[in-house]
């Protein structure tokens, strides 16, 4: 799933987000005009994605996402790479949609910065632990991210509109919890409340 420059760029990746769609589809033959409907809420991981890397002027370099779908297949998107990311959800949907083509005709890397392959939840988990990431599980029952210490690479995993399953909650269970406040938030919507935190405690050295 990688190149030689998508390693180079994944070496610079300081936080990670996984975010686990379970009703997506992972056809590319979904309407840009009807993301939530046909392609089965693909609008939140669309918006996830937006929100892990668009800034007022740039993009965020040292972040990386994975989009799991329905345990099948992961998206990937490298932000030292990424290109033809606008904040709007449609043209995301549009990187999304040319992702799962391009798995269709069995190429694993899409757009600049996107990649793909049939993968699922624990091998992310599992890349991610070998490349020195610290995992978190995003869940508002956990401990208050305001008094977690992070490491210098750090994972975030969070569920789309779903709960996470049963087979989820267990490959997730020996990993810390934490919690963004006491009311449930959409997806997207956490995404920058964890920036911020780090934001704060690491200034962003890589922004383009
Ligand atoms: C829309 S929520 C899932 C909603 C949930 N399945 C339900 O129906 O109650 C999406 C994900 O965001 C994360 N999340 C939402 N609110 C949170 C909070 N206050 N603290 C930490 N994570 C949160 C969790 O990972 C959650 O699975």
Redesign the pocket.
């Known amino acids: 799933m990688t190149s030689t420059s998508g390693v180079d760029a994944q070496s610079q990746s300081r936080r990670a987000f996984v975010i686990v769609g379970h009703t997506q589809t992972t056809s590319p033959d979904f309407p840009l005009n009807d993301l939530p409907g046909s392609a089965g809420r693909m609008d939140i991981l669309a918006r996830c994605v937006t929100a892990a890397f668009c800034l007022s002027h740039g993009l965020r370099k040292d972040v990386e996402v994975f989009l799991v779908l329905r345990d099948e297949v992961v998206l990937r998107f490298e932000g030292a790479r990424l290109k033809r990311l606008n904040p709007d959800e449609r043209s995301t949907g549009a990187l999304l949609k040319h992702a799962l083509q391009a798995l269709r005709e069995g190429r694993t890397q899409s757009t600049p910065g996107v990649s793909v392959a049939r993968r699922g939840l624990s091998e992310v988990l599992q890349e991610l632990e070998e490349r020195g990431f610290q995992l978190y599980?995003?869940?508002?029952r956990?401990e208050d991210?305001r008094t977690a210490d992070f490491a210098s690479r750090s994972a975030f995993?969070?569920?789309?509109?779903?709960?996470?399953t049963p087979e989820e909650e267990v490959l997730l269970q020996e990993h810390p919890k934490?919690?963004?406040?006491?009311?449930?938030?959409?997806?997207d919507h956490?995404i920058p409340l964890v920036h911020n935190e780090l934001d704060r405690r690491f200034p962003p050295e890589a922004l383009e």
Do not use: M
């Open positions: 599980v995003l869940d508002e956990g991210i995993v969070l569920s789309d509109h779903r709960n996470f934490l919690s963004l406040g006491p009311v449930v938030l959409h997806a956490c």
